[in-house]
């Protein structure tokens, strides 16, 4: 064999052995964050989550399917602020996968990038009953934070696939140009609940409620985490005649004894609302979670003034 051959023999192994640029396999504890990667990561990306938008995301138990999802990934974005503090630290002891460990560029914890609010001052644990010890996780509901979420992840897949920087930042633009768009308009849609007191059974409505300027007056939950008691219950419809609440707002997951005894002592009107991507059919992407929210809550919110007036 010539010099020549040898010279070309070894290019083309090399060619061989050099594998076509592989997608960063991204795994998302929620459906939200799947969805912030995805308009984030487009085709660059692959995307999982681990716990569908229909799911309680506090209280989950993992399979083996999570575990081989975990096992995978090059990168794993998580809720954090003690969300998945039930079920996540035993899922990535099983995946034993170095890459997505916390503390590892792999592991990005997106409550480190919001701000959360009603973080306790004093002590607080799980063991007490409020599955919030660490603040209020439920960030996602405040499209601000959502930008925020959507830069810390273009910069982190930017940072673990330098080649496809460019596509990150063109769409993480194009995401904050939608959002731009929307949010005067979500804004507008919700002036009727400006300062309104509101319901909620947990205290996942509390970002929404302080992005568009309602107020969570009481939730069904006396604890986040705990379900109500009897007494609790006429507690709150004692509150509810007082202070003229109208409005109830909830998740799809829970239950709804507590609501329909609200609704049947005090004429509050129960509205089920949309946590999470994918928590209801038609809800696909971020986006489409507030067009949803701002629509439902737009429309009840009418319907009890319509009512209020012809009393
Ligand atoms: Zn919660």
Same mark, same amino acid.
Request: hydrophobic residues 45%; charged residues 20%; positive net charge.
């Given at each position: 064999?010539?010099? @020549? ?5 070894? =290019? #083309?192994?090399? &060619?061989?052995?050099? *594998?076509?640029?592989? /997608?960063?396999?991204? +795994? ?79 592991? @990005? ?5 919001? =701000? #959360?609010?009603? &973080?306790?001052?004093? *002590?607080?644990?799980? /063991?007490?009953?409020? +599955? ?98 009897? /007494? ?80």
């Amino acid at each position: 064999m010539n010099i @020549l051959n040898r010279l070309l023999c070894a =290019g #083309l192994c090399l &060619v061989c052995a050099l *594998p076509a640029h592989a /997608a960063l396999r991204v +795994v998302a504890t929620t459906q939200d964050l799947a969805a912030l990667a995805q308009a984030v990561g487009g085709d660059d990306i692959r995307v999982q989550y681990l716990v569908p938008g229909t799911r309680d995301p506090h209280f989950v138990s993992a399979r083996p399917s999570m575990i081989r999802k975990v096992y995978r990934a090059d990168l794993l974005l998580a809720v954090g602020a003690g969300l998945e503090v039930g079920w996540l630290p035993a899922l990535l002891e099983s995946a034993r996968n170095g890459a997505v460990q916390p503390g590892a560029p792999g592991y @990005l914890d997106l409550s480190t990038t919001v =701000g #959360l609010l009603d &973080v306790p001052r004093g *002590p607080v644990t799980r /063991a007490m009953g409020d +599955v919030h010890a660490q603040g209020n996780p439920h960030y996602w509901l405040d499209p601000r934070r959502g930008l925020r979420m959507a830069r810390a992840i273009a910069e982190r897949l930017t940072q673990l696939d330098p080649a496809q920087a460019a596509g990150f930042a063109q769409r993480l633009a194009a995401f904050e140009a939608q959002m731009a768009e929307a949010l005067p308009r979500w804004r507008t849609a919700l002036t009727v609940l400006r300062d309104q007191p509101v319901i909620s059974y947990h205290t996942s409505f509390r970002y929404l409620a302080d992005a568009f300027g309602f107020r969570i007056a009481a939730q069904v939950e006396p604890k986040p985490g705990i379900a109500p008691s009897p /007494a609790y219950l006429a507690r709150l419809v004692q509150r509810i005649r007082r202070e003229h609440i109208g409005l109830l707002i909830m998740e799809p997951y829970y239950e709804r004894r507590s609501a329909q005894y609200l609704q049947a002592q005090t004429g509050i009107r129960v509205l089920i609302l949309p946590q999470s991507v994918g928590a209801l059919p038609g809800i696909e992407t971020y986006f489409d979670l507030f067009e949803r929210i701002v629509a439902e809550l737009e429309k009840a919110e009418r319907e009890i003034g319509q009512q209020a007036a012809s009393r």
